[in-house]
């Protein structure tokens, strides 16, 4: 799940936030692993503090985030960021796109991101789906 549904999760205003939240709640009920580069923990807490978030509620959130006993993070190297080059060169992707990608195909798993753009960009190159298709 990249940054960008994550947040959305907790935007209930936005579109796509139920799809989003459902697919955490599933998520938390089976306890299936959350495969995620380590890159998503800054991430966060710069969407929500350019946001306007307080700093204790980013800091808390991404603590909360970080404690998940199902979310494991990947700490990138030479192999995984050889693949997220292969990715943003061939989709012509932002770097981060590209690494959650690379962190994807690395692990076998889905990635779901909330980023319309990544999700087209890299459909048929790795396992894909958004959320509302996963909840």
């Known amino acids: 799940m990249d940054t960008n549904a994550w947040i959305n999760a907790f935007h209930p205003g936005e579109e796509g936030s139920q799809d989003s939240l459902a697919f955490l709640e599933t998520i938390r009920q ?3 692993p959350m495969i995620s580069p380590i890159l998503l923990l800054p991430e966060l807490a710069a969407v929500l ?3 306007g978030e307080k700093p ?3 800091l808390r959130f991404v603590q909360s985030v970080q404690d998940l ?3 494991v993070f990947i700490l990138p190297d030479e192999t995984t960021a050889q693949v997220a080059i292969e990715l943003a060169q061939q989709g012509k992707l932002r770097g981060a796109d590209a690494g959650y990608g690379a962190v994807a195909r690395r692990f076998g798993s889905v990635l779901v991101p909330h980023d319309r753009e990544q999700f087209e960009r890299l459909r048929g190159v790795i396992q ?3 959320p509302k298709e996963m909840a």
């Open 56 to 58: 204790d509620n980013v």
């Open 49 to 51: 503090a350019r946001g």
């Open 69 to 71: 006993l199902h979310q």
């Open 30 to 32: 089976t306890g299936e």
């Open 128 to 130: 894909v789906a958004l």
